[in-house]
């Protein structure tokens, strides 16, 4: 089975709302990667994150690695924030990333 | 500046031509990757290397070869492209051990027809 899944799929809401992107894992942890993409884009890391939370500008990270979870909460989003956001994460003794499928945001004026 | 750079950004070729795509970095890492991004099936891994000329295959590797004479630089070859091999092309690089953040290249879209 799948060993990233992110919830929700999908994501409209209107500007200045708050957005929260959730990812399951289903296996041992190394780390925890948060990245954002715009159509036909790069991926820009936004976290990483092993464990704990962190905090950039609007944005925060929370990864519990016992509850095999990690979370990027967006505060009052705006028709900026909109692209595709994607989890990865690193596996233990292996370099790669395990990435899920993103959650597709998009932010309404 | 950390930065991870590819070349080209856009390719078209014809199937059975062919490919070079090729990255670099400045950051001294030791570890650096090939994804492909293709619609549905998200980001897999092609080839990782761990350092110069020590290479190991990923999880879609059939078709592919990969080359690492510099430690700041990273190549991916098809040889006699097929038009499967139609996709997004990104190189990634990070430390392996401590702090080991993947740093992504601007990608490369390749087309082949």
């Known amino acids: 089975g799948q060993q990233v899944q992110q919830s929700p799929a999908s994501l409209v809401l209107q500007e200045g709302e708050n957005a929260e992107l959730q990812c399951n894992f289903s296996?041992?942890?190394?780390?925890m990667q948060w990245f954002y993409q715009r159509p036909g884009g790069s991926l820009v890391s936004l976290f990483y994150?092993?464990?704990g939370t962190k905090h950039s500008g609007r944005l925060t990270s929370t990864t519990v690695i016992k509850e095999r979870r990690s979370s990027l909460h967006i505060s009052s989003s705006q028709t900026t924030d909109s692209g595709t956001y994607l989890c990865?994460?690193?596996?233990?003794?292996?370099?790669?990333?395990?990435f899920g499928q993103g959650t597709k945001l998009s932010i309404k004026p | 500046d950390m930065k991870v750079t590819q070349m080209p950004r856009y390719l078209i070729k014809r199937m059975g031509e062919n490919v070079l795509l090729e990255c670099g970095q400045d950051?001294?890492?030791?570890?650096m990757y090939w994804y492909r991004q293709d619609p549905g099936l998200g980001l897999q891994l092609i080839y990782i290397?761990?350092?110069?000329?020590?290479?190991s295959e990923g999880d879609i590797p059939k078709g592919y070869r990969v080359s690492r004479k510099k430690r700041e630089h990273f190549s991916l070859i098809l040889d006699s492209a097929k038009t499967n091999q139609t996709s997004v092309y990104f190189c990634?690089?990070?430390?392996?051990?401590?702090?080991?953040?993947?740093?992504f290249g601007p990608g490369t879209r390749l087309t082949v027809l």
């Open positions: 990634a690089s990070s430390s392996w051990t401590g702090y080991a953040e993947q740093f």
């Open positions: 296996t041992s942890l190394n780390s």
């Open positions: 290397s761990y350092d110069v000329d020590s290479n």
């Open positions: 994150n092993p464990s």
């Open positions: 950051m001294s890492h030791e570890t």
């Open positions: 990865a994460l690193r596996h233990y003794n292996q370099g790669k990333l395990i």
